[in-house]
């Protein structure tokens, strides 16, 4: 076990998760609902950092092994939510708001799968 990479991604892990806290916070605030939005939100904006961080990496960035575990492992993993989603997911479905959780799951995956795309394509488009 590589120590120096740990301590990189337990430093990504922290801002990830203080961010993550930020942004399901004011999205909280703002959304009054019993829809999960916070969560969504930071998915979506994971999977749209990600996808431009991979396609960023592929056609000009070469980071340390250090940079990319804190940024992809530690980061984003700790930003996006995904076992916060199936917490959600599953609380929908147990207070028997099964449309809800419907719109939920297949929101979340199709949204960030776009977004995802998105930051790929957006990255390809600015340094072409």
């Known amino acids: 076990m590589n120590v120096q990479l740990m301590m990189f991604v337990g430093l990504g892990g922290a801002i990830g998760a203080m961010g993550r806290f930020a942004v399901m916070s004011a999205v909280g605030h703002v959304a009054h609902t019993g829809f999960p939005w916070g969560t969504l939100t930071v998915n979506v904006i994971g999977a749209l950092v990600l996808g431009a961080v991979l396609e960023l990496s592929a056609l000009m960035w070469s980071p340390s092994p ?59 488009t600015i340094l072409s």
């Open 66 to 124: 250090e940079v990319r575990a804190m940024v992809v492992v530690g980061g984003l993993g700790a930003f996006t939510t995904f076992s916060t989603f199936s917490m959600d997911l599953y609380y929908l479905i147990d207070r028997g708001y099964i449309v809800n959780a419907a719109l939920y799951a297949m929101g979340s995956v199709f949204i960030c799968l776009v977004a995802f795309w998105a930051g790929m394509s957006l990255l390809r």
